[in-house]
């Protein structure tokens, strides 16, 4: 189940990446019917940001010793900052002397 969701997390960030981009379309083959509708319910932008939350309390849920889920939260915290960063890289335009330099 958390593989799937990990799965679920890059698909679903390259969706909010991307401008054409089905996030059911793109989950389906990974989650359940159920599992979809509820990511889809969020949208787009706030599917990645959900599926971290999902992960965290499948973390949770894991019986694992207390170093690895220390570990397993490190890396959705890492995630995490991978989505902000994504987010202010799509807030922020290009500047237009970049955009000109790389045309010619």
């Known amino acids: 189940m958390l593989v799937r969701w990990c799965e679920a997390f890059s698909r679903a960030l390259l969706v909010h ?17 159920h599992e979809v509708a509820a990511v889809a319910a969020v949208g787009p ?17 894991c ?3 207390e170093t690895k889920e220390d570990t397993m939260f ?18 922020y335009p290009l500047p237009l002397a970049y955009t000109r330099h790389t045309s010619r």
């Not at 932008?45 to 849920?61: H, K, M, N, T």
């Open 17 to 33: 990446c991307r401008v054409d981009g089905s996030l059911e379309h793109e989950l389906e083959d990974v989650l359940l019917p």
């Open 45 to 61: 932008s706030g599917a990645p940001s959900f599926i971290l939350q999902v992960l965290a309390e499948l973390i949770e849920q």
């Open 63 to 65: 019986i694992v010793t």
């Open 74 to 91: 490190s890396t959705v915290r890492s995630l995490s900052d991978a989505v902000a960063v994504c987010n202010k890289l799509l807030r």
